[in-house]
């Protein structure tokens, strides 16, 4: 009896050092797990400060207040009220005449170009829109808030170190000097960029804007949904619940898996091949980059529907067809109605895959440098990320504080799509 209970009592030492070296390896391994959770959101935190710390101050922009005089004999000298004479009126002579009305001291002609370059080369279209929307400004004298030059608007956000030497900085001493004194006058004022949301592209920064490049996104996102929804939707409900199993479908299926995993690159080259070597389409057109991302996100829409149809209960077939219902009004009126929701989820992810992708635009010609927002699909245009590709591009300081504002629009855009096909699947979907 004494030998049966040491030998118990051994075997019980055992299991116990046993389970102790188990539990400790789990806990080691949850560590790991949780670390890497917490490395990765850190990199992740990190990067998303990164972008904003740079973008934010872009969706403001800097503007000096001067009192324009509309002088009639530079807009109009005739005065006939002609649109065409108002149109073809030299206003940069306007508002470079109100800035040196403020420094008469300045002269030379370099010192009052660099007065004048204070100034965005935009500036004097804000006038210009404005006699063409209201002719009676002509001859009257108004205080008005014109858009700064890029550098003065990084001076003022304080992007140029001031104190650094001056062969180290864009703005000389000089030009500073006068920048604080308009600013002592109350005259430098910062304005929400309402620009940077509806203009197009531009070669000067503080003019350039996401417009065109938002209204090319919505016009591709348009031909990717009302193309690749009913075709990639028809084609899982035919390869799940009509279609014969054999090996022809077994192909299709391994192909569909197949070209959910091709480089997005290959799809660009496919689109150029086909739709504009081919048919004879337009480039840099929202039209073919549709098509194209249609080709990529239809994977992704057809994997997505097929499980959305596999995980209604089979027991909802068994019933349909139990009172006499036929195998299409089984699909369509009971089984189609529950995966709904599961398929517009993949939908929603494909469309924000779509959204973010850049490689196959680039080879379409969607890179090309597009200053008017597209009125259609057939226009020629570029998107967002490919907008970010080229300003990134550009060495300037300001284009750098714009990409990384276009960026945060994008990652805005890209995570309310997540946001929303998440919320989708929580709201409709039904478990068995």
């Excluded at 508002?95 to 001291?105: G, T, Y």
């Amino acid at each position: 009896m004494n030998v049966a209970e040491g030998n118990r009592a051994r075997t019980i030492e055992k299991v116990n050092a046993s389970l102790a070296r188990r539990y400790a390896k789990e806990r080691r391994f949850r560590r790991l797990g949780l670390g890497a959770v917490i490395l990765g959101l850190l990199f992740v935190s990190m990067l998303f400060l990164d972008i904003v710390s740079k973008g934010y101050t872009a969706f403001v922009q800097t503007h000096i207040e001067l009192e324009v005089y509309f002088d009639p004999a530079v807009i109009d000298p005739g005065g006939s009220g002609d649109p065409d004479v108002l149109l073809r009126a030299d206003y940069r002579r306007l508002a470079q005449a109100a800035l040196r009305d403020l420094f008469a001291q300045v002269s030379g002609r370099r010192d009052i170009r660099d007065l004048n370059a204070i100034l965005s080369s935009g500036a004097h279209y804000q006038l210009l829109d404005m006699v063409m929307d209201d002719p009676s400004l002509v001859g009257t004298r108004q205080t008005l808030a014109l858009i700064a030059d890029d550098d003065i608007d990084m001076l003022v956000k304080g992007r140029i170190d001031r104190h650094a030497a001056p062969q180290d900085r864009r703005l000389s001493d000089r030009v500073i000097a006068w920048v604080d004194r308009l600013d002592a006058q109350g005259r430098v004022v910062k304005k929400f960029n309402t620009g940077f949301f509806t203009n197009g592209d531009s070669r000067e920064p503080e003019l350039a804007g996401i417009g065109g490049a938002a209204a090319g996104s919505f016009y591709m996102l348009l031909v990717t949904l009302a193309l690749s929804f009913p075709i990639g939707v028809a084609a899982a409900v035919y390869l799940e619940e009509f279609a014969p199993r054999n090996h022809w479908t077994d192909l299709v299926e391994v192909n569909i898996n197949n070209l959910a995993a091709v480089p997005s690159i290959v799809f660009g080259l496919l689109g150029l091949a086909m739709f504009i070597n081919l048919f004879g389409l337009p480039r840099s057109a929202p039209l073919v980059g549709g098509l194209v991302l249609t080709l990529m996100t239809l994977p992704t829409i057809i994997i997505s529907a097929r499980a959305s149809l596999k995980s209604v209960s089979p027991s909802i077939r068994e019933a349909a067809l139990g009172v006499g219902a036929s195998r299409m009004q089984t699909v369509f009126q009971h089984v189609l109605p529950l995966a709904m929701p599961g398929m517009l989820t993949g939908t929603i992810i494909g469309m924000a895959q779509a959204l973010g992708e850049t490689a196959p635009l680039l080879m379409i010609g969607m890179v090309a440098f597009i200053v008017d927002i597209p009125g259609g699909p057939m226009d020629p245009s570029t998107a967002l990320p490919v907008q970010v590709y080229l300003w990134a591009d550009n060495p300037e300081r300001a284009f750098v504080e714009r990409t990384s504002a276009a960026i945060m629009v994008l990652l805005a855009f890209l995570i309310a799509m997540n946001a929303f096909a998440v919320i989708m699947r929580r709201r409709f979907e039904r478990r068995w």
